[in-house]
């Protein structure tokens, strides 16, 4: 169950004004705004949070009873925020779409939304709004990196590939083939992999990518080859399919794009990443390409210690707009 906020903060809460998204599907799809009602289930006390420190918890509790003050980028327009956290989500791979998807309110499905951000992408990426020639070198930087670089500031690095799930008896009987004439497995399936199967370095391979939700229904299996300096450290062969592709910030930009508001990502550190003994907030801007037409999106991160591609975990944040708004009075000017 989640735990209610209890006094003022909670009662003298509004929610916030209907919102008129402006989405790029049919109109009939646009679900209804939330009643004060049906929404307060999922005000979250950061007290009840589990996986923080003391000292965390304390200054997200100040998002909550103090919150964000925020400005439109061009226009006169600003808003006082208060932020609740908005419940967990399965790290399943899917939690960037399951947390934006509650923070948003939608009616659908996280795996709608993942589609939707995906053909996002995938129209502007074709119609040029994007720049192709930078997206594809971040998209490389992610998943197929050098690996004759970047080891000085990463131990491990990763390197994906997409495999037809059609075709996953063709390739094992390929790397078995490769093993009966004395290579190891993992040299056999680096081999057969790299050779056969799509590598995740533009656009279009990251839309292929980005679709995959771990479902049996999915047409791609991701598979992971794990490097150090030295050469091969482990491949992961998926051999159930349920590896789903973990939500970047090319997925957060495009999401942003979609409902054409800002997303911030809010991550906080506890006092060993800080000077003093506090816990320390970053907010993470990702903006939309076009103009900003709504109040923003918040959602809280949490780092694994990953270094690889996927290392992150999202949950939603619940905006509330403030009883009285006081730019002196927030944490944070945005």
């Not at 061009?74 to 998807?101: M, Q, R, T, Y």
């Not at 060993?272 to 109040?295: K, M, R, V, W, Y």
Request: aromatic fraction near 8%; charge should be negative.
């Amino acid at each position: 169950m989640r735990k209610l906020l209890e006094g003022s903060v909670l009662s003298s809460l509004q929610p916030l004004s209907p919102l008129s998204l402006c989405w790029h599907s049919k109109p009939e799809e646009i679900p209804p705004n939330n009643t004060e009602d049906d929404f307060s289930d999922d005000l979250t006390d950061w007290e009840s949070v589990s996986g923080l420190q003391g000292p965390e918890k304390r200054v997200l509790q100040s998002l909550t009873s103090r919150g964000v003050f925020w400005k439109h980028a061009s226009k006169p327009i600003s808003e006082h925020f208060l932020l609740f956290h908005g419940g967990d989500v399965g790290a399943d791979g899917n939690c960037l779409f399951s947390a934006a998807n509650i923070a948003l309110r939608l009616k659908g499905s996280a795996f709608d939304l993942r589609r939707r951000v995906v053909n996002r992408f995938s129209e502007d990426y074709v119609s040029g709004v994007l720049a192709k020639g930078e997206i594809d070198v971040a998209i490389r930087n992610l998943y197929r990196p050098d690996m004759e670089l970047g080891w000085g500031v990463h131990f491990i690095q990763e390197l994906k590939l997409l495999a037809r799930k059609k075709d996953r008896e063709s390739l094992d009987s390929s790397i078995d083939d490769l093993v009966r004439v004395g290579l190891t497995r993992e040299a056999a399936a680096e081999s057969v992999y790299k050779e056969r199967c799509i590598s995740v370095e533009n656009g279009d391979s990251w839309s292929k990518y980005m679709s995959i939700t771990g479902d049996s229904d999915d047409e791609y299996d991701i598979i992971s080859l794990h490097y150090t300096e030295g050469g091969l450290l482990s491949v992961d062969e998926n051999r159930n399919g349920k590896a789903a592709a973990f939500g970047d910030d090319i997925a957060i930009e495009a999401l942003a794009s979609e409902f054409q508001r800002e997303i911030f990502v809010v991550q906080v550190h506890g006092s060993d990443a800080s000077l003093g003994e506090d816990a320390t907030l970053f907010f993470l801007p990702h903006q939309p390409h076009g103009e900003i037409l709504e109040s923003p999106l918040f959602l809280f991160m949490r780092g694994t210690g990953w270094c690889g591609a996927g290392g992150d975990h999202y949950e939603p944040l619940i905006a509330r707009a403030a009883p009285i708004a006081s730019k002196e009075n927030a944490v944070m000017i945005l």
